[in-house]
Nanobody, 125 residues
Framework: QVQLVESGGGSVQAGDSLRLSCAAS????????MAWFRRAPGKEREFVAG????????YYSDSVKGRYTISRDNAKIMVWLQMNSLKPEDTAVYYC??????????????????WGQGTQVTVSS
């Protein structure tokens, strides 16, 4: 499996930006679709954004579309989530995840088997 470590979370004001990073280990990283999920206090974990193994296809939840951008660099075995125009409702622990299957597209319904430890994002109004 792929090992994942998130970083870049923090406490910001509404309207600010953050860039989350997910560092991956494993030679097979380039064959896995990747995604970001989040869990807000008192809520279920939800899909935020996903990216295909090749980076050619991206998916976003309606709540973040137009504000967030997911990207990856297979040579650097890194995945990023650029978050702009942050809102208080974006407050959550954000997790990086890798698809169980190879050569996936990164859509919400994929089976994600590897998870990072999470990084806290707090947005104040």
């Amino acid at each position: 499996q792929v090992q994942l470590v998130e970083s870049g979370g923090g406490s910001v004001q509404a309207g600010d930006s953050l860039r989350l990073s997910c560092a991956a280990s494993g030679r097979a990283f380039s064959t896995y679709a990747m995604a970001w999920f989040r869990r807000a206090p008192g809520k279920e974990r939800e899909f935020v954004a996903g990216i295909a193994w090749s980076g050619s296809v991206k998916y976003y939840s309606d709540s973040v579309k137009g504000r967030y951008t997911i990207s990856r660099d297979n040579a650097k075995i890194m995945v990023w989530l650029q978050m702009n125009s942050l809102k208080p409702e974006d407050t959550a622990v954000y997790y990086c995840a890798a698809d169980k299957r190879l050569y996936g597209s990164g859509y919400e319904g994929a089976t994600y088997g590897s998870w990072g430890q999470g990084t806290q994002v707090t947005v104040s109004s």
